[in-house]
């Protein structure tokens, strides 16, 4: 089955402790970005990847470092995470085109104390 | 720059009634758009997208979308709404001079029964 899998699902942690929320697609796309959603703001794209080992900013990419070392998997790494980052995070991946559907991974829910 | 407007935060309707959802865009070429829902704790679903073409466009879950060029909407329509359509519903437009996504902030859908 086509996916993007993002995990851990749900995380509660605190202020300064590192985490990284992984991301794994298994449809071969180029494309994978991170977004995080916020009420009333919409999705606000967080990083985005054009394919291996390329990766640039979006929107709102200050607190946040992504890698792109395998066209799989996409992570995004909290160095020192702070309250203001607590968020509904979206992975996405899609294949190379403007016109194509990003596919959506299921959340991750983080909680920044 | 470019952006996109849901002007509904909330819409509320009957189950059986229509329903419409507006949604306008602002770029300076013909945009990709898109129309994604998100279900309670799930990750956004392709509903519908457009890129060329027939400008009313027919996608899953018996929505249809219609491009207004003139209007620089986007607007998301189904004729007889489901309990089940109770949901976030989100608009987005793609270019292709780049990687971005813009999404609009969303309007919630809530059905009476």
């Known amino acids: 089955e086509a996916q993007v899998t993002q995990n851990p699902r749900y995380l509660i942690t605190v202020t300064g402790k590192k985490l990284t929320v992984t991301c794994s697609q298994n449809?071969?796309?180029?494309?994978m970005s991170w977004y995080r959603q916020d009420p009333g703001l919409g999705l606000r794209q967080i990083y985005y990847?054009?394919?291996?080992?390329?990766?640039d900013k979006g929107d709102v990419p200050e607190g946040y470092k992504v890698s792109r070392k395998e066209k799989r998997n996409f992570p995004l790494i909290l160095e020192s995470p702070s309250p203001n980052q607590t968020s509904l995070y979206f992975c996405?991946?899609?294949?190379?085109?403007?016109?194509?559907?990003?596919?959506f991974g299921d959340g991750t829910r983080l909680s920044i104390l | 720059a470019q952006s996109v407007t849901q002007p509904d935060i909330h819409i509320t309707v009957s189950e059986g009634a229509s329903l419409e959802l507006r949604c306008n865009y602002s770029y300076g070429a013909t945009p990709y758009l898109f129309w994604y829902v998100q279900s309670p704790g799930q990750g956004l679903q392709l509903l519908l997208k457009y890129f060329s073409g027939d400008t009313l466009v027919q996608g899953i879950k018996g929505f249809e979308a219609e491009f207004k060029r003139s209007q620089s909407s986007f607007n998301l329509r189904k004729p007889s709404v489901h309990w089940s359509d109770a949901a976030e519903y989100f608009c987005?437009?793609?270019?292709?001079?780049?990687?971005?996504?813009?999404f609009g902030s969303g309007t919630r859908l809530l059905v009476r029964p």
């Open positions: 996405a991946s899609r294949r190379t085109g403007g016109n194509q559907p990003q596919h």
């Open positions: 990847s054009m394919n291996v080992e390329v990766t």
């Open positions: 449809m071969n796309h180029e494309y």
């Open positions: 987005a437009v793609g270019m292709d001079s780049s990687y971005k996504l813009i």
